[in-house]
């Protein structure tokens, strides 16, 4: 089974800027998760996605935003970028019962200068 | 709220030599528990999960780790580290029951193997 992947893998922008970033789970999985990994505060969860709905949330402003689509694809976008905004972000897929292991991508770090 | 409490920031370890990394949690109710290792430049790997029953759990690459739920630890040991071991590791919690996937992480261990 291919592993979740995650595009694009680096990503410059620019202060006051949007990105899109995107998630493809392993086949099969229908949750998506979303966690922001930055050397100051660690990995912190950002939400989750479960046949297309939101099933949670973590606090982020309403900057960060995400979806997925009917073949479980997940995207998340932030609007209007910080500096604090770099950071490696990554996401985990797994079949969705909390006690099932999610699998991680490789991320996609995000340099917002 | 839940919390995860990795106690070291760092641990360097001789090759050969076993080694400790200590998690401890805080919540008002039941937990699962995982460890994951992070190589540089990649994402996540689950070494082991404790969810019900016997409390040493044993994982991949030779990592076991042991539920203490009266001290609320959930420390994974390795008795002989290799080079390759190099990384860093995380400990996190989600809730039993809980709505949907959320993990909650320590703030990691850099373990640097050294010949």
């Known amino acids: 089974k291919a592993g979740v992947t995650q595009t694009p893998r680096y990503l410059i922008k620019t202060r006051g800027q949007q990105v899109t970033l995107s998630c493809s789970p392993i086949s099969g999985h229908r949750s998506v998760s979303w966690y922001q990994q930055t050397p100051g505060q660690g990995l912190q969860f950002l939400f989750e996605y479960f046949s297309e709905t939101q099933r949670n949330k973590g606090n982020f402003p309403g900057r960060f935003s995400g979806r997925q689509f009917s073949n479980s694809r997940s995207e998340m976008n932030v609007s209007t970028l910080e500096l604090g905004d770099s950071a490696l972000y990554l996401c985990?897929?797994?079949?969705?019962?909390?006690?099932?292991?999610?699998?991680f991508g490789p991320g996609t770090r995000l340099l917002v200068l | 709220a839940q919390s995860v409490t990795q106690l070291d920031s760092q641990v360097p370890v001789f090759e050969e030599a076993p080694v400790e990394l200590r998690c401890n949690y805080s919540s008002s109710v039941s937990v699962y528990l995982f460890w994951y290792v992070q190589y540089p430049n990649q994402g996540l790997q689950l070494l082991l999960k404790?969810?019900?029953?016997?409390?040493l759990v044993k994982g991949i690459n030779g990592f076991e780790a042991e539920f203490n739920k009266s001290q609320t630890s959930f420390h994974l040991r390795k008795p002989s580290v290799h080079i390759s071991d190099t990384a860093e590791y995380f400990c996190?919690?989600?809730?039993?029951?809980?709505?949907?996937?959320?993990?909650?992480f320590g703030g990691g261990t850099r373990v640097l193997v050294k010949p």
């Open positions: 985990a897929s797994s079949p969705g019962h909390v006690e099932e292991t999610q699998y």
């Open positions: 996190a919690v989600s809730f039993h029951k809980a709505a949907g996937n959320k993990l909650t």
């Open positions: 404790y969810l019900s029953g016997s409390t």
